[in-house]
Structures are given as C-alpha cells and as structure tokens.
C-alpha cells in the first residue's frame, strides 16, 4: 500500500480515482482501506484525545492493514517483510511474545518425505508432545496433529484401532502406527478450497495462509485422513512456552475460525533440519529426507523395506509411507 | 484474475461506510505515516527464553567421533555421538551442549565405574565369567545369558577397559557399535543408513546417530514399559470434529 504506482497514494482523493479508472478489485480495496483509516481518524479527531493510548492505535492500524492484505502466493517480497513485520509487532505488543517469523521457501531439488517404522514405534507419544510445543498448538483445545493408534498384531485395521489409549505402553501383542498430515502429491483438501488459501509448495508440503482461510472446512471433509484440525476458539498458548522460530505457513500464531494441519516443521525442516517428531522420538522410528536425493535415508527406506501407505485406493499418493523391520 | 476469497466484500463495504460517515478526507493521514516501525520500543517484557537445548543450532557443540566399517546411503560417512559424562540425569542424555530429555528409558546405565581399570588393576581383582561380583549388582546380564555367553565374549580380561571383538580386535568403549554390528548385522545396516537408531541431526548436511548403548543396556537390551504422554482429547467423530 506504500507503492507509489498504486492509485490514491497521491494527492487525488481516493474516491476520484476509483471512479475515474479502470482499476483491479485488489487496488480499489487498497485504496478503500486507506481512505477507511484516514476515516477512522477523522473520527478519533472529534472524540477526546485520551480514548485511544498510542499502543491501541498502533494496534488497530496493525489490524487494519492486516485485514486487507492480498493472499501470500501473491504477495511480493516486500510485501511479505511487511505483513512478517506487522505480525511480529503484533505479537510483541498484543501478547509480550517475541517473535521470528520466516518466509523461508522451499529448496530446488527437494521434495520430502516420510518414513514410519511400525516395529519401533513403542507408542510413548514423545513425537506428540514436541510437536504441541513446536507448533505451538493450542492448549486450551488439547489440538494434536498427530494420532498414534495401538493395534492388535497380525491386521493393520485402523477401525478398530484405539487412539486413546492411556495404560504403560508397550503392550503385550500390539503393535504402534502414528498418522498425521500426509501431505499427499494429489491433495484432495487443496483441490475443495473454494478460496486459494491452502496449497502445496514446490517441495510437496502443503500450507495454508491463516489468513486467507475463511473456516469453511471443506478441507476437513476432502482429507480421508483427517489431518486437519479447525480452531473453534482463539489459540492459547502460554507466551513462556511459545516457540518463537516461526514461518508464515507454518507454526506462526492462528486464530479463531481458521484451519491448521501438520507442515513437517516447515521452519525446521526448510533449514535442512529434522521435524520436531522426528528429533523427539525415542526409538528412531520415524525417517524423513529428500525423496530426490537418491542417497537419502528416506530413499533407502523405501528401497530396501517392504512399505505401504494408508488408503492406497484413494489416488492421493500420501508422501508418507509405513514399514517393518 | 483468479478468484479468492468473499472476504474483499466486506471490506468494501465497511470501507465505503467510514467514507459517508467522514466526508472530510484528512488525506495527510492516508499516507505513510501509518507505518510501523517493526523495531519500535516495546511495550511488553519479551518472552522469557525458551529452552533451546534441543535445537540442531548447537549441533557444532556435539562430541562424535566418525563411524569406522560403516557408510550411510551412497557411501556417506556419518558419525556416532559420544554421551558426556557429566550432568546426566533422569532420562536426560547429553552429548556436548545437546541434552535429550527423551530418550528410551532403561539405556544403559552411566559408567560410573569406568575406567574399569580402577579396580580389575593386575590380579587384585580379577574378571570371572562364573558370577557377576558385587560391584556389579547393577548389571542384569539377560542378553548374554540367552545367547550362552559370558563376560569375557565381550569384555577382554586382560584389557579391561576395552571391548574384544570376535575377531580378537579390541576396540574402545566409544565404537561398541562393532561388536554389536558381529551379530546385529541386520540392524547395523539400517543403523547406518538412517532406519535405525536416533539421529541428532538434519536431513541434510552432517549425520550424527547415537551409538547402540544409548538406548540399550547391552546387558538387557529392550527397552523398558513407560507411560505415554497424555492423550488426545478430541476425537474424530466425537463432538465438534
């Protein structure tokens, strides 16, 4: 909105300039919004000084131009470090949180994926439990991306698997199968989202921009694994125990009325690090790498073991493969 | 211009509304004056520092030593991590600043008897495969005893602090991975191509794996029953989702 191209930047009030050319919907709305602030002004001119501090108007200014804010994909590169910088000084100033907000993209050459070994997993849930801290997830909520099942030995019969299990594990003639988001290379959530505001990166993660989405849910219903989790209510997370290593399309904070899924630690792992739950895990169950890089854990994997993925028939080619030893 | 979103509607709308309600236009105000400086003075105490113990960031710090008989996929090199003897507690590994808080409970104990040499010094105390001496009540020498081996298979009597391989190779305690790998042939080779064993690492880049003994007791090597952290509340199906 500080492009000086952009019409109503300049001395031309906006409303002129809207109804003297032919300008895209984005740009009027550029210019609606300025206007709206210089309304909004206007009107805090009539009204005692004291009613709004230095801090609420900041805020609300920060909102504002929050509000308006074109969807990432679009987004250039300064415009990404503006609505980065406002988010962090949102955050700085609403909830005391400091934070760093990446707008890391993928690497060439690189597509991830995802080996779970089914005869280590001892169903201790430690993965569970980093990626709550990770991706700070609401704790109010008790969100969790991901599941572990315990299933009895001999079928993998999800069905009748028992994802709540709560008793010293492992147990006797049982085996330990964890899901979470897949991210599939033929995503049916991307494919239902009426808005553009979920979508897959180069390196086959798919991301959604928290503030695109506008609740429909009609992801949640594609995903036949459910992954995605919807926020009813406003996040909470303790600012002492918020992870402030964040990314745009990652871990950064949600709102109310938004959906959330697993990004395999796009903050970590697009540094070429390991994601929360793979780091976490206790018994090396779980294998991540570039699918691309022929000399890849992940590539040995799927190699050398006998693999399978979950719902097969579904043509939407989970980049996340189970295997035993 | 594809389309996405109903959002801009609203927008418009609330936008076009505080345009009637202030027909002045204080157009200084449109400008950039609105900006915010993202380094501007805080009004709120910054977050306490989070725990970063875990962060790869530190993984320069770790002791490892590279793997020797062993390569990862394509002929990688990688190395094994070295646990540091100091600090350690509960279920907590270190290795240099890296300090795992979840690790498999019922790893091998710390050697806090070592260097074995302490003791077993000349003849004063020697080494017996009969029984296991008092010093060493802590050992539960369950993997040996079902494969009929006995403490000399592994530990060499007249080289205390080393291990004897088959072969007649000693080797320092730190490379344990090679007398593990003599029979777990199987499991060594996925240990070093990244099936098997915690890495310390990322993707990409250096490999750092654990040794074997960092998660399992060699005397007793599975790991022991915990309790998993808590589980979900929310279910598929039950109430909202």
């Not at chain 1, 239902?192 to 506008?214: F, L, N, R």
């Not at chain 2, 099936?195 to 794996?209: E, F, I, N, T």
Request: net charge neutral.
């Amino acid at each position: 909105m500080d492009r000086p191209d952009r019409p109503g930047s300049g001395p031309p009030p906006a409303e002129a300039s809207l109804l003297n050319k032919p300008v895209d919907r984005r740009r009027a709305l550029t210019v609606l919004a300025g206007a709206a602030v210089a309304g909004v002004q206007a009107l805090n001119a009539c009204r005692p000084a004291s009613t709004l501090s230095e801090e609420q108007r900041e805020l609300k200014l920060l909102a504002w131009r929050e509000y308006i804010k074109g969807n990432y994909r679009d987004m250039t590169e300064a415009e990404r470090a503006e609505t980065i910088a406002r988010l962090e000084r949102q955050a700085l100033v609403e909830r005391g949180s400091a934070v760093t907000i990446q707008s890391t993209g993928a690497q060439p050459g690189v597509v991830f994926g995802y080996a779970f070994n089914i005869s280590k997993c001892k169903g201790f849930r430690s993965c569970v439990e980093a990626c709550i801290n990770e991706n700070n997830l609401d704790r109010n909520a008790d969100t969790q991306y991901i599941r572990i099942f315990e299933i009895e030995d001999g079928v993998v019969d999800l069905d009748h698997a028992d994802a709540t299990f709560q008793h010293e594990v492992p147990a006797e003639g049982h085996f330990y199968l964890g899901t979470q988001c897949f991210q599939c290379a033929d995503p049916p959530c991307v494919k239902v989202c009426p808005v553009g505001a979920t979508w897959q990166e180069p390196d086959g993660i798919t991301v959604i921009d928290y503030d695109w989405c506008i609740g429909c849910r009609y992801c949640m219903a594609a995903c036949p694994y459910w992954a995605r989790r919807f926020n009813w209510s406003a996040p909470e997370v303790p600012v002492p125990e918020v992870n402030p290593n964040q990314h745009y399309l990652g871990n950064r904070a949600r709102k109310t009325g938004v959906v959330e899924k697993c990004t395999f630690c796009i903050h970590r792992t697009r540094q070429g690090r390991l994601p929360a739950c793979a780091e976490a895990c206790p018994t090396g169950a779980r294998v991540f790498g570039n699918l691309l890089d022929p000399d890849s854990e992940i590539r040995w994997v799927l190699e050398h073991k006998r693999v399978f993925r979950l719902k097969e028939d579904l043509k939407t080619e989970p980049r996340f493969w189970y295997f035993s030893d | 211009m594809r389309f996405r979103g109903g959002k801009p509607m609203l927008h418009s709308l609330l936008a076009a509304g505080l345009l009637s309600a202030c027909v002045e236009d204080d157009s200084p105000g449109t400008g950039d004056d609105a900006t915010v400086e993202p380094g501007g003075p805080a009004t709120a105490a910054a977050a306490p520092v989070r725990d970063d113990s875990l962060e790869p960031g530190t993984l320069g710090s770790v002791r490892a030593i590279p793997v020797v008989g062993w390569s990862g996929p394509g002929g990688r090199p990688f190395e094994v991590a070295l646990r540091t003897r100091d600090r350690e507690s509960g279920h907590a590994r270190r290795f240099g600043t890296i300090t795992l808080r979840t690790t498999l409970r019922g790893g091998t104990p710390d050697l806090v008897q070592y260097p074995c040499t302490s003791c077993h010094l000349g003849r004063t105390v020697a080494m017996k495969d009969t029984r296991i001496g008092d010093a060493h009540q802590n050992i539960q020498p369950r993997h040996p005893a079902l494969l009929g081996a006995v403490c000399s298979t592994c530990h060499s009597p007249s080289a205390v602090d080393m291990l004897t391989l088959r072969t007649g190779d000693r080797v320092d305690m730190d490379q344990g991975y090679r007398l593990c790998a003599q029979c777990h042939f199987a499991q060594a080779e996925a240990w070093a191509s990244g099936a098997h064993g915690k890495r310390l690492d990322g993707w990409q880049g250096r490999r750092v794996v654990m040794g074997c003994s960092d998660c399992h007791d060699p005397h007793r090597p599975a790991p022991l029953p915990r309790i998993p952290f808590r589980a979900p509340t929310i279910q598929r199906g039950g109430g909202h989702d």
